[in-house]
């Protein structure tokens, strides 16, 4: 090793020697410091590389290979030229062997100026590191000079090269960081054995070149969304296997006909498969099995039975195309409601609430509207649910203004949280937008309005004539036609919060719904974008026109919680606190 490290400082020392204060080979071991901060770098680049393939997969035989690059790139080689440099000077200092020339010895016994009178007594005959520190006592400079020196550039170096193995797993979960900067501190310990001039000239070369080294790790770039969500995916356990009973050995086992295919699985399994179209839809549960809370089964649609109605209208909170929401009182359990009544009950209006009904009672979330009954009114057809009091986020940002950073990350997080949920059920929103968010007094958000929700397993039924989705909050691909998915209700929810930020569609307005859809079929670019917020470059990746680069939502709320809990603050606070309506004015809900 001696070889390579004086070969190390003959290289520094013909690229920066220069001849004066304090001498060229004092200046040729900062720039041999500076040669060897380039080691830790390096490695980070490679990390970075390997995972624009791998993404966040660590298995076996990915944190093997990243473990190793970390020891050898920020132990092992610094370690060990560090303390080779050191070596050949305490070589030459002792008249033994050291692998320079004799013109570069020569030049190593030269006076140096200033406060160094001879190179090679001042780099090789002084005390080592673990000797200044423990006796407290320096021979060419104050103790205390020692001290700061080794704590600051020691401690500087350190938190760089941190930088640099977070910076190498962004994206991702911040542990794997610890290949890099726990080995490093590591080799900070081991360099004690350093000539003390030695290592603090060495030190002052490293510590500038750590800083630099920032610059290519992040010119890499960050694994593509992708690749991370193909990563997260494969990181999920596969489906356990149903144990072997015994039996007789092979031998003996009778051939058996071969068994029949198996069923079709349940409507409500995470993402299932569509059922072929030859293939006969299950019939839909019953009314009653919809019901969340306790009450009366209430008689199918259409049925002559079914009487009065148990629940009491207090007052009208909206209308729309589709129907009329109620508040009103359940008078058998005492306990407000709100009735979506719709207009016009036919048998596609029927589908559609049975619909919506069946999704939200297979989802169970805080932030989710809840559903407790699908009942007959005297006037049409009725979906019970949960009752809130609050405002719509559009109304909020229309009256108050944008959202800041931290609002926004909260409800981007609680909403992702929501919407996976629903996701593992099988069930779609496909209507995300301002104001399909409910904000409640205490400023927590719910997530309403589940009225074009479908699960994967159910047909593709769709009203005549009705839009699939908000044309300024719609998602290229469905505008164009394709089928929704996971990924489309995730940019739905980004371009919510991005007009929470900059209050307006990330697409800008346009003059008619039809110019709007429009844009959103075309893919036009974002350009209502808030350039100012901490979560821009965030948006703009989930905002993607492709539907597989962009952040799945689990992702999504991993990248804006981690940026919550370094600003300090709590994932799950209020978004806002908003003032009750007074009365007569209640949330109009479409």
Not at 118 to 125: A, P, T, V
Not at 298 to 307: E, F, K, W
């Amino acid at each position: 090793m001696n070889g390579l490290a004086s070969a190390l400082l003959s290289l520094a020392h013909s690229l920066f020697g220069p001849g004066f204060c304090p001498g060229d080979w004092v200046w040729a071991t900062s720039a041999a410091g500076a040669l060897v901060a380039l080691l830790p770098p390096i490695g980070a680049v490679a990390v970075s590389i390997i995972r624009k393939g791998t993404g966040n997969r660590y298995d076996a035989t990915t944190l093997s290979v990243f473990g190793a690059i970390g020891m050898v790139s920020t132990l092992v080689l610094p370690w060990l030229l560090a303390i080779g440099v050191s070596g050949v000077f305490q070589a030459a200092y002792g008249k033994k062997p050291t692998g320079l020339s004799a013109t570069e010895l020569s030049s190593l016994n030269s006076e140096g100026g200033c406060w160094v009178d001879n190179q090679r007594e001042y780099l090789g005959g002084g005390q080592t590191v673990f000797d200044v520190l423990s006796s407290q006592n320096g021979k060419d400079m104050p103790f205390f000079v020692y001290l700061l020196a080794f704590i600051v550039l020691g401690a500087g170096s350190l938190f760089f090269v941190m930088l640099q193995g977070r910076t190498a797993f962004r994206r991702g979960p911040k542990w794997p960081s610890r290949f890099f900067w726990i080995p490093f501190a590591a080799m900070l310990v081991f360099s004690v054995g350093m000539e003390a001039n030695t290592a603090l000239h060495f030190w002052l070369g490293f510590l500038p070149f750590t800083v630099l080294g920032l610059i290519p790790v992040a010119m890499v770039g960050p694994p593509p969304w992708s690749v991370i969500n193909r990563s997260d995916r494969s990181d999920e356990p596969p489906p356990r296997r149903q144990p072997e009973l015994p039996g007789p050995p092979p031998s003996q086992v009778q051939p058996r006909p071969t068994p029949p295919p198996p069923p079709p699985p349940p409507v409500n399994r995470p993402y299932p498969k569509t059922a072929l179209a030859s293939a006969p839809e299950p019939p839909s549960p019953p009314l009653g099995a919809l019901a969340a809370a306790p009450g009366p089964i209430p008689p199918p649609p259409g049925s002559r039975n079914a009487g009065g109605s148990r629940y009491r209208r207090v007052k009208q909170l909206g209308a729309g195309g589709f129907g009329t929401v109620w508040q009103a009182v359940d008078t058998q359990l005492n306990r407000t409601v709100a009735l979506k009544i719709a207009h016009a009950p036919d048998r596609d209006t029927a589908e559609r609430m049975q619909r919506e009904a069946r999704a939200l009672a297979v989802v169970s979330h805080p932030n989710c509207v809840k559903v407790y009954d699908l009942a007959e009114e005297p006037d049409g057809l009725a979906l019970v649910m949960e009752y809130l009091e609050g405002r719509p986020l559009a109304e909020l940002v229309d009256g108050q203004g944008p959202l800041d950073d931290v609002a926004a990350g909260r409800l981007w997080a609680t909403m992702a949280g929501a919407l996976a949920a629903a996701h593992e059920k099988g069930v779609l929103h496909r209507d995300i937008k301002p104001s399909n968010i409910v904000l409640d007094p205490s400023g927590l958000a719910h997530l309403i309005d589940f009225g074009i929700a479908r699960s994967q397993g159910d047909s593709k039924m769709t009203a005549t004539g009705m839009m699939i989705g908000t044309p300024d909050f719609v998602a290229p691909e469905q505008a164009m036609g394709a089928t929704a998915s996971p990924a489309s209700d995730a940019w739905q929810l980004a371009a919510t919060i991005s007009y929470a930020l900059s209050g307006q569609p990330p697409r800008g307005t346009r003059e008619t719904p039809m110019a709007a859809l429009m844009a959103a079929a075309r893919a036009e670019p974002v350009s209502r974008l808030p350039q100012r917020s901490a979560h821009a470059r965030l948006l703009a990746a989930s905002l993607d026109p492709e539907p597989r680069r962009r952040p799945t939502l689990n992702a999504v709320r991993r990248e804006v919680e981690g940026w919550l809990s370094r600003a300090g603050k709590s994932a799950d606070g209020p978004v806002t606190r908003v003032v009750p309506r007074q009365p007569g004015s209640g949330l109009p809900r479409r």
